[in-house]
């Protein structure tokens, strides 16, 4: 799922109808928002075993099937941005013509809501295209676990532009998450004696994958400001604009490619059945993305986001067993450290909201207490 986060405040989220078509999920995640009323709910004695932990197997499943589609186009050997392309043109067509249909308007809003849809889109779909670049340089481990590192400049920007009080658990976060950093990308005037790959493109890809956390924060949080200031802007709509403008970054892509390298897809004929079954692989990804969406309306936000680490996890066992490049020590430890970090600031909001949660319902107790002594 390439870049996806969902380490934004929840507090306006519901404020969005999600009532069409599921938003894509690299990099831009949806907010999470129950379809379910409370009258809806199953009691806990007909609640199966699948129902109550279908979230977090959604999740899993999700990133399983997403790091496995990933690795396997790698392995290939084709360009992932080039595998993309017949994907993307056949979403894009397809959410724009639900779109029409629904008869929403492509933009929608104020200037100031416009303005904030092209960055919120732009975003999107600039990490999801410098994503899939990283990954032609560095290995997918690396690259899945640089760009996780935006759950905590996510939490780190908000508190600059929201002026928030840093919490504890985001104090604790950052210096493991710089660690891992450091551990992961390990440069020459701290690592000298370690031996990495002569790859002279390895700082490029590295730097890349950087870019894509900081460029999935400033998604999140435009995305965040997007729906704190409107309730009519229909998914379906982000998920058009979404889609186009990664549509847009493929192109350009094809057409560097093909006008300053002289190659790439766009009037090349001989095209082969790698790169077929590469782009049936990435349509199999759009499970992925359903399965994802699934999650986020089932599972609470704050352990969504712990879960979806797991991408780090995956692609560390895929590379390690079925490629001849072994991840040394310092690499697992900075895995590790960056996993910790989403763990903490995962479960220091997990455990916040539901402090929250008690404290509304011990006052609705209290007030609805008060009204029956006045009644009485």
């Known amino acids: 799922m390439a870049p996806k986060d969902s380490t934004f405040s929840e507090e306006n989220v519901d404020k969005l109808n999600f009532d069409d078509t599921p938003i894509e999920q690299i990099v831009f995640v949806p907010p999470t928002v129950s379809t379910i009323s409370i009258n809806d709910l ?18 899993l499943t999700a990133s399983l099937l997403f790091t496995c589609a990933t690795f396997l186009i790698k392995q290939l050997g084709v360009d992932l941005l080039d595998a993309l392309l017949i994907r993307f043109v056949f979403q894009t067509l397809f959410t724009l013509l639900f779109v029409l249909h629904k008869h929403y308007p492509l933009f929608f809003g104020s200037m100031s809501q416009i303005f904030l849809q092209i960055i919120c889109c732009a975003t999107g779909a600039g990490g999801v295209f410098i994503y899939f670049f990283a990954v032609r340089y560095v290995e997918l481990s690396d690259v899945s676990t640089l760009s996780y590192t935006r759950v905590v400049w996510t939490v780190i920007l908000s ?8 919490s504890i658990s985001s104090l604790l976060a950052l210096p493991l998450t ?34 894509t956390s900081f460029t999935s924060a400033i998604n999140v949080l435009s995305f965040k400001q997007l729906i704190s200031t409107s309730k009519d802007i229909k998914p379906s709509v982000i998920n058009f604009q979404y889609c186009f403008a990664v ?19 766009l009037f090349y004929s001989n095209i082969s059945w790698k790169y077929l079954l590469a782009s049936f692989i990435c349509f199999v990804m759009i499970i992925s993305n359903l399965l994802t969406q699934k999650a986020i309306k089932r599972e609470h936000p704050a352990i969504f986001t712990l879960l979806t680490s797991a991408d780090i996890i995956f692609s560390l066992i895929l590379q390690n067993i079925f490629t001849t490049k072994r991840s040394n020590l310092f690499a697992l430890l900075g895995s590790a450290l ?26 609705n107790n209290q007030t609805i207490s008060k009204d029956l002594e006045e009644k009485c």
Request: glycine share 4%; hydrophobic share 50%; with cysteine.
């Open 42 to 59: 199953p009691s806990l004695k007909k609640t199966s075993w699948f129902t109550r932990f279908s979230g977090i197997i959604y999740t």
């Open 159 to 166: 508190i600059f532009i929201y002026r928030q009080r840093p």
């Open 178 to 211: 710089l660690l891992g950093v450091i551990f992961v990308t390990q440069p020459s005037f701290l690592f000298s004696s370690v031996i990495l790959s002569n790859n002279k493109y390895r700082v490029l890809g590295l730097t890349l994958a950087m870019m």
């Open 247 to 265: 549509l847009i970054f493929l192109i350009i892509n094809q057409l560097y490619q093909r006008f300053f390298l002289h190659t790439g897809l």
């Open 338 to 363: 960056v996993i910790c970090s989403v763990v903490i600031i995962g479960l220091s909001k997990f455990l916040s909201e539901q402090h929250t949660e008690k404290k509304m319902k011990l006052i």
